[in-house]
């Protein structure tokens, strides 16, 4: 098992940069493709991006492409989310991911996730 923690959220202006970072504890989080996923207010939640084990392959929503890059380092067991050109439609929980499986984490199906991290981008 893994637990997962997230942290770097926060409030910043449309345009601003965040960098969200997933801690784990347990596995080492090398066992497991990470991804990021938000739910803002009144929606499911939905996929933001996601990394493979060696962070060799990355995936991201159509809505973040080009703006968001999922990165991981597996000796300090932890994975990132830098955000840049951030917008209001960006605002949600942000959470971390986790599964042995690629297509369980794409789909938001696999066992582990954090507690979730708040992001506020406003106009």
């Known amino acids: 098992q893994v637990q997962l923690v997230e942290s770097g959220g926060g409030l910043v202006q449309a345009g601003g940069s965040l960098r969200l970072s997933c801690a784990g504890s347990g596995n080492p989080l090398s066992t497991y493709v990470m991804g990021w996923f938000r739910q803002a207010p009144g929606k499911e939640r939905e996929f933001v991006a996601a990394i493979t084990w060696s962070g060799v392959t990355t995936y991201y929503a159509d809505s973040v492409k080009g703006r968001f890059t999922i990165s991981r380092d597996n000796a300090k067991n932890t994975a990132t989310l830098q955000m840049n050109s951030l917008k209001p439609e960006d605002t949600a929980v942000y959470y971390c991911?986790?599964?042995?499986?690629?297509?369980?984490?794409?789909?938001?199906?696999?066992?582990?996730w954090g507690q979730g991290t708040q992001v506020t981008v406003s106009s």
């Open positions: 991911h986790a599964d042995e499986t690629l297509v369980l984490v794409t789909k938001g199906r696999g066992d582990y």
